[in-house]
Nanobody
Framework: QVQLVESGGGVVQSGGSLRLSCAAA????????MGWYRQAPGKQRELVAS???????TYADSVKGRFTISRDNAKSTVYLQMNSLKVEDTAVYYC?????????WGQGTQVTVSS
């Protein structure tokens, strides 16, 4: 069992930056593919970025060049650095960890970008 706790959300003006953190409590964090998803009101949850155990990253087209996902296995933490934020980035951001059939979610953290 893995527990994921997100932090770092908040309110920021358009063009600003935020860094989200997701701390994992549990064993074997390093083997998990970690991801950040987001869900805006009235929309489906979507993948924002992911990073494999080997460090391979994937980004949604809408955030490429603006967001950076990284992980620190020693701290069992995954990060999402968000720069040049836009109003349309407003959503609840969720941390996800998966390894084969194991799939875990955090409780979510709100990111609000004001114009």
């Amino acid at each position: 069992q893995v527990q994921l706790v997100e932090s770092g959300g908040g309110v920021v003006q358009s063009g600003g930056s935020l860094r989200l953190s997701c701390a994992a409590a549990g064993n074997m964090f390093s083997i998990y593919t970690m991801g950040w998803y987001r869900q805006a009101p009235g929309k489906q949850r979507e993948l924002v970025a992911s990073i494999t155990s080997g460090g391979t990253t994937t980004y949604a087209d809408s955030v490429k060049g603006r967001f950076t996902i990284s992980r620190d296995n020693a701290k069992s933490t995954v990060y999402l650095q968000m720069n040049s934020l836009k109003v349309e980035d407003t959503a609840v951001y969720y941390c996800n960890g998966r390894f084969f059939a194991q799939n875990y979610w955090g409780q979510g953290t709100q990111v609000t970008v004001s114009s």
